[in-house]
Nanobody, 129 residues
Framework: HVQLVESGGGSVQAGGSLTLSCAAS????????IGWFRQAPGKEREGVAA???????SYADSVKGRFTISQDNAKNTLYLQMNNLKPEDTAMYYC???????????????????????WGQGTQVTVSS
């Protein structure tokens, strides 16, 4: 079965950087994209970034130019490099997989009830002003 294990969260000051990692296993051919979504207390989930098997990427407007998603296929690891962090980036970040194509992956990551959607336990990112 699909397992996604996040690491790398922490607390930083505004303007700082963090890199999240996700160790993936059990990925099947039904997965088209992997990526990250986040959820802050009292707020809805927000897709952050996604990447497909061809290396195409998609980003939420709120993180474009600041976050970079990448993958190391040899290590089955997904990364999210986050630069110029803002207090509004504070949230639990989840590594996720979806069977949806890259064009709509951001909207699909972490949505309950969607077939072939999986996500990990999350890692907390806190940005102080």
């Amino acid at each position: 079965h699909v397992q996604l294990v996040e690491s790398g969260g922490g607390s930083v000051q505004a303007g700082g950087s963090l890199t999240l990692s996700c160790a993936a296993s059990g990925i099947t051919s039904s997965t088209n994209c992997i990526g990250w979504f986040r959820q802050a207390p009292g707020k809805e989930r927000e897709g952050v970034a996604a990447i497909d098997g061809d290396g195409r990427t998609s980003y939420a407007d709120s993180v474009k130019g600041r976050f970079t998603i990448s993958q190391d296929n040899a290590k089955n690891t997904l990364y999210l490099q986050m630069n110029n962090l803002k207090p509004e980036d504070t949230a639990m970040y989840y590594c996720a997989a979806t069977g949806r194509p890259i064009e709509i992956a951001i909207q699909a990551l972490g949505v309950i009830g969607v077939a072939d959607n999986y996500w990990g336990q999350g890692t907390q990112v806190t940005v102080s002003s």
